[in-house]
């Protein structure tokens, strides 16, 4: 079942909720593209939602695409759920949304966390999978014994949060991933950041340590696209690289910005997303 949405931001496209049997409900913004365009999925990052994350890019992606960007569980409007946060379900999840819509085959395009969900929609839906544009992202994101020390006190927090104070939830909402200060848009920054599920979004935060893709991404072929943030201090250019070197048929596109490109580098971000979602699918079709 389909339940529609009022947009919050001017220009955002059509959002609703969706039921996913046995999943549960779920948020999505859908924008049609033109006339039998390929489908992106959107996978937003680590204590964002589809629209802070992907506000910036929804028109310009729309130009050549279907863009359907959703939630992940524990963040905005995603799928709320007793079981503890898996970057797997969130994968299953999107998946799940493609089925409602009665999209067949995608290009996941993942930031940071949501990354780390493309690869693993790939591991598990593979044949659904065209392509995938991975941007700010790794195959792994723990290296440093003070990154281990970052998430294993994550871990702490997960397990506590219930009865973590709203003032030190704003604290961390504050100090996690991509910072907030979206000058003019505070408060509809802070309004989305609101409804997050705290426990599952800290429970999100020692998923994305303990992930590590590099025993398998190499049998990744379908052709890909790596946005890499070069003046990142989130997550590693080093490890962008590397993240395109595991794969078989990857593009780099730099973009000489911090973490948070996509909207406070939009103007040398946006357009190189949509470079690289087009590289992707020519290279998917095999055309020039």
Not at 156 to 172: F, N, V, Y
Not at 213 to 226: D, E, N
């Amino acid at each position: 079942m389909i339940r529609e949405s009022v947009a919050t931001l001017p220009g955002l496209p059509r959002g609703f909720d969706i039921d996913l049997p046995g999943r549960g409900r779920i948020f999505v913004r859908d924008a049609p593209g033109p006339a039998g365009a390929p489908t992106l999925l959107l996978l937003h990052g680590w204590t964002a939602t589809a629209d802070l994350n992907w506000f910036t890019c929804f028109d310009a992606l729309s130009a050549h695409f279907r863009v359907v960007a959703c939630d992940l569980r524990g963040h905005g409007r995603g799928i709320r759920s007793s079981s503890a946060f898996t970057l797997e379900d969130c994968a299953d999840d999107a998946a799940a949304v493609a089925d409602v819509l009665g999209v067949p085959t995608f290009i996941p395009v993942g930031y940071s966390m949501g990354g780390a969900v493309a690869q693993l929609l790939w591991r598990r839906h593979e044949f659904r999978v065209r392509g995938a544009v991975l941007c700010a992202t790794s195959g792994y994101f723990l290296a440093s014994r003070e990154e281990r020390l970052t998430f294993l006190g994550l871990s702490g927090l997960a397990a506590a949060s219930r009865l973590t104070p709203a003032q030190t939830r704003d604290w961390i909402s504050d100090q996690l991933y991509l910072q907030r200060k979206l000058t003019g848009f505070e408060g509809w920054a802070a309004q989305q950041i609101s409804s997050h599920d705290w426990r599952r979004v800290l429970e999100a935060g020692r998923a994305i340590g303990s992930f590590d893709s590099r025993p398998w991404l190499g049998a990744f072929a379908a052709p890909s696209a790596v946005v890499v943030t070069t003046a990142d201090t989130t997550v590693s250019p080093v490890r962008q690289h590397e993240l395109a070197a595991t794969l078989r048929d990857a593009e780099v596109f730099e973009v000489d910005a911090e973490h948070s490109a996509v909207y406070a580098a939009r103007e040398r971000f946006v357009p190189r997303l949509v470079e690289a979602c087009r590289s992707v699918h020519r290279r998917s079709t095999g055309t020039a």
